[in-house]
């Protein structure tokens, strides 16, 4: 594809990666918020026990979570640059939308038209975020500097 990004894996591999990203990164931030809650929760003199349980018991399930988003939003995106031959703010948000609707599915027509909404909105504001960080940090080229004048 013209255009591509050959800094990332190409699209089966990127699944894979973006799913274990997403469950390290929800593990720990899991964990993390779970093992404070457990030790807040926990009496005087077991909190750093009932912090370490709580974090056990829930830092995998909220990993699998985000595994599961990752993963499902790296294939939709995936499959949107197969049919669109293009690279673009658009298959994210797309994917965004798609991923949305699919995990709130079980809720029924109106759950999952709301979360593909909500997904499609959420990754517009974050393409667009990050279109604007590119273009307002890169970098500018130098100026011109006229010739100097001819004697």
Known sequence: MRGSDVSRDPCPWVILNDAGGAFAMGAIGGGTWHYIKGARNSPYGERFRGGLNAMRARGPIIGGNFAVWGGMFSTFECVLKGLRQKEDPWNAIGSGAITGGMLAARGGWKA??????????????????GIAMNRTFAQQPPPMMPPPPAQ
């Open 112 to 129: 999952a038209s709301v979360s593909a909404v909500f997904g499609g909105v959420l990754l517009a504001l974050i393409e667009g975020v």
